[in-house]
């Protein structure tokens, strides 16, 4: 075997005799191999930035977007040319050991031009990961690090962003609606029952922001209840400052990093939704929540590219430098998916992955603060209650007016909230916990002149009596709490219809034509209202609803009708009598206008009975209702023969109005048998 010793003394010499024999170096400049007093450094411009391309990333069997950029310098740190420098594999993923695609530099040994720069180019494996190569002048060595990423990284990256976005927003969805179906009626009691206190109306408003998982969710429920008569606004601004603060809560939770046991949640919850009944919605709950905590993992690796990228953290370092931007860009964000929650819950996840510092944060929490509230401010106009509009109106007022005292401030809240923590997330959940705390403290005592201002910003219109009052789309995911608010639409129902019934008579006794009108003009809204309540049931009927609330569903369909039926028989038959009676200026008997005035006061104690029971749902009443309907028929009976009594007499009243005295009274029958069968539809819901 040959041996060299020269040569091995000195291995730079051995190196460019090779690379000049393979004709990989070619210069007509005197080659300087080595020098004792050079210094090898990563290459900056005039500017003195960094252009070395050390620390990038690329697509993996690509060339790097920048090329290997160093700089030799002599003793004084002039730039030293044609200095040999070569360019070396020092690691790579260990899966590129066992394929064809290694890593590649383009030129391994270059020599420096005038300005003392060497440059090559590196085409990285096949295989995602880090890699390094190592770079060398006579004694001095650098090394370079890259990350390879996956081909088309970028898609990856969308995909993920939105994956996790959907996770989040569907798992929220889904919790809440569990958590909704738990609660049940209760939770409406507990608004109208511990809201009339400003205080306990913070509390209550925290804790059914835990229950929903969303401020946008409670407030939207409470414009929902004040549209339907169930809350006023002096009960709803408390709950919605402790809203805010409960929606905070959530933020805190992402903190804790429990995100690494998702999984095991969603496992969890589905075990529980499939294998125990009595705790489904438990387990509903669970599973959706652990999708929540499983998006926000997603986030954290679908961005982890991009922190290898200057210009995305140049983008959210203008935040910081400009908080308007800031603001703006959270507040449209948060309106687009209808949930502040999944705006912080990214924060963080940047926060995780170190793209986000404090000062770009602090304005997106403003941002997504102010954002949160226009999709109470829409679903508030959506009604024609004006109640539903002032609520709506309170919530956006409230953060416009703490994102105006709170930006001129933004640089002493941001080193204030620094204080709290040292992880980053936990300072960014922090600040957001702090933010909502001042808005409560601040606007707690002023509710009652804060009252004042809405009253006279938003005041009362005239109210249309054709629409429900009660119904509202955004509660048919709490059945419970829907089939409740349908109770009282159709009680409502009842109680026009028995107007109806009762002002029949009046016009009958009286000869009112425009009272007749005025019968067959409400028969529309009663058909409007009919249509309205029986889609509304059909809609809750095909959400998973409990068998008692399925029994209940299905009595007020039966009870709508029968309600339906007494109106439409006041508007077309006895409407019609009355106008025979005027037209035709007909004069009835005085007993039998007594047994027409008698038979309808039973009938409508009997419907007024029924609509009691309904009201509680009132077994006790309903079985009275019930008995009706037999005594319905015999009185009904009693009266025919009292009339052909008459008619045998030749009495001459009764002869002229024969038709219309059995035609009345049986309608009134008619009205009784349908009033007595809200009795029975309530018997058999109970």
């Known amino acids: 075997?040959?041996?060299?010793?020269?040569?091995?003394?000195?291995?730079?010499?051995?190196?460019?005799?090779?690379n000049l024999g393979f004709g990989q170096i070619t210069s007509h400049h005197s080659v300087v191999p080595y020098f004792k007093g050079i210094h090898l450094s990563?290459?900056?411009?005039?500017?003195?930035?960094?252009?070395?391309?050390?620390?990038?990333?690329?697509e993996v069997g690509r060339k790097?977007?920048?090329?290997?950029?160093v700089m030799v310098t002599d003793e004084k740190g002039r730039p030293k040319a044609n200095v040999l420098v070569s360019f070396s594999v020092l690691s790579e993923p260990r899966e590129n050991l066992y394929s064809q695609n290694r890593l590649t530099i383009t030129q391994t040994s270059v020599l420096t031009d005038e300005k003392g720069y060497a440059k090559t180019e590196v085409i990285l494996g096949k295989n995602p990961g880090e890699y390094q190569i190592l770079a060398q002048a006579g004694e001095e060595r650098l090394i370079f690090s890259f990350t390879g990423l996956v081909r088309r990284f970028y898609l990856f990256l969308i995909l993920g962003l939105a994956g996790g976005l959907s996770f989040f927003l569907f798992g929220l969805y889904y919790g809440t609606k569990g958590l909704k179906r738990l609660a049940g009626n209760r939770l409406r009691d507990v608004l109208f029952n511990l809201t009339k206190n400003r205080f306990l109306g913070v509390l209550v408003g925290i804790g059914v922001t835990l229950i929903l998982q969303s401020s946008t969710a409670t407030t939207i429920l409470l414009v929902v209840f004040a549209a339907s008569g169930v809350l006023g606004l002096t009960q709803s601004l408390g709950v919605i400052l402790g809203a805010d603060i409960g929606t905070t809560l959530t933020a805190q939770i992402l903190t804790l990093q429990i995100f690494d046991y998702a999984i095991l949640l969603v496992i969890i919850g589905f075990i529980l939704m499939h294998t125990l009944?009595?705790?489904?919605?438990?387990?509903?709950?669970?599973?959706?929540?652990?999708?929540?905590?499983?998006?926000?993992?997603?986030?954290?690796?679908?961005?982890?590219?991009?922190?290898?990228?200057?210009?995305?953290?140049?983008?959210?370092?203008?935040?910081?430098k400009m908080p308007w931007l800031g603001v703006i860009t959270a507040m449209l964000f948060t309106f687009f998916v209808r949930?502040?929650?999944?705006?912080?819950?990214?924060?963080?996840?940047?926060?995780?992955?170190?793209?986000?510092?404090?000062?770009?944060?602090?304005?997106?929490?403003?941002?997504a603060n102010l954002g949160t509230s226009f999709s109470t401010l829409l679903a508030g106009y959506r009604f024609s209650n004006v109640e539903a509009k002032r609520v709506a109106?309170?919530?956006?007022?409230?953060?416009?007016?703490?994102?105006?005292?709170?930006?001129?401030?933004?640089?002493?809240?941001?080193?204030?909230?620094?204080?709290?923590?040292?992880?980053?997330?936990?300072?960014?959940?922090?600040?957001?916990?702090?933010?909502?705390?001042?808005?409560?403290?601040?606007?707690?005592?002023?509710?009652?002149?804060?009252?004042?201002?809405?009253?006279?910003?938003?005041?009362?219109?005239?109210?249309?009596?054709?629409?429900?009052?009660?119904?509202?789309?955004?509660?048919l995911d709490t059945p419970a709490v829907a089939i409740a608010q349908a109770s009282r639409e159709v009680a409502r129902m009842g109680d026009i219809v028995a107007a109806m019934f009762k002002k029949a008579l009046d016009a009958f006794l009286h000869n009112d034509k425009d009272l007749r009108k005025e019968l067959i003009a409400t028969d529309d809204t009663v058909d409007a209202l009919e249509e309205a309540i029986t889609t509304y049931l059909t809609q809750i009927g095909q959400s998973e609803i409990s068998p008692e609330l399925s029994r209940k569903s299905l009595a007020l369909l039966y009870i709508v009708d029968d309600l339906e039926h007494i109106g439409d028989i006041v508007s077309k038959s006895i409407a019609t009598y009355i106008k025979k009676k005027i037209d035709l200026n007909l004069s009835f008997s005085q007993e039998g206008l007594a047994e027409i005035t008698q038979f309808h006061s039973e009938v409508a104690e009997v419907l007024n009975t029924a609509l009691a029971a309904l009201a509680g749902w009132d077994t006790k009443l309903a079985s009275e209702v019930n008995k009706q309907r037999a005594i319905g028929n015999e009185r009904l009976k009693e009266l025919h023969n009292r009339h052909l009594q008459r008619l045998a007499k030749g009495l001459k009243e009764s002869?002229?109005?024969?038709?219309?005295?059995?035609?009345?009274?049986?309608?009134?029958?008619?009205?009784?048998?349908?009033?007595?069968?809200?009795?029975?539809a309530i018997l058999e819901a109970v």
């Open 277 to 320: 009944p009595k705790i489904k919605d438990i387990g509903q709950a669970i599973f959706g929540f652990g999708l929540v905590f499983f998006s926000i993992k997603m986030v954290l690796e679908a961005t982890q590219p991009l922190k290898y990228f200057p210009a995305i953290e140049k983008f959210l370092v203008a935040f910081g």
């Open 655 to 680: 002869i002229d109005t024969s038709t219309i005295h059995l035609d009345f009274i049986n309608d009134l029958e008619r009205c009784n048998f349908h009033a007595s069968k809200i009795g029975l």
């Open 1 to 18: 075997m040959l041996n060299f010793p020269f040569l091995k003394r000195y291995p730079v010499i051995l190196l460019l005799l090779l």
């Open 64 to 69: 790097l977007p920048k090329p290997i950029i």
């Open 42 to 58: 990563r290459a900056k411009d005039i500017n003195n930035l960094d252009i070395s391309g050390d620390n990038q990333a690329g």
């Open 339 to 367: 949930s502040s929650a999944a705006t912080i819950g990214i924060v963080i996840g940047l926060a995780f992955a170190g793209l986000m510092n404090l000062n770009s944060a602090v304005p997106l929490i403003l941002g």
């Open 393 to 475: 109106a309170a919530h956006t007022i409230f953060k416009l007016i703490i994102v105006v005292i709170l930006y001129p401030f933004i640089s002493p809240i941001t080193q204030l909230i620094s204080q709290t923590a040292g992880s980053l997330p936990r300072q960014i959940a922090n600040g957001h916990t702090m933010i909502n705390l001042f808005a409560c403290i601040l606007f707690l005592p002023l509710l009652k002149p804060y009252e004042r201002f809405l009253i006279r910003l938003i005041p009362e219109t005239t109210k249309a009596t054709g629409k429900p009052k009660y119904l509202s789309k955004d509660l």
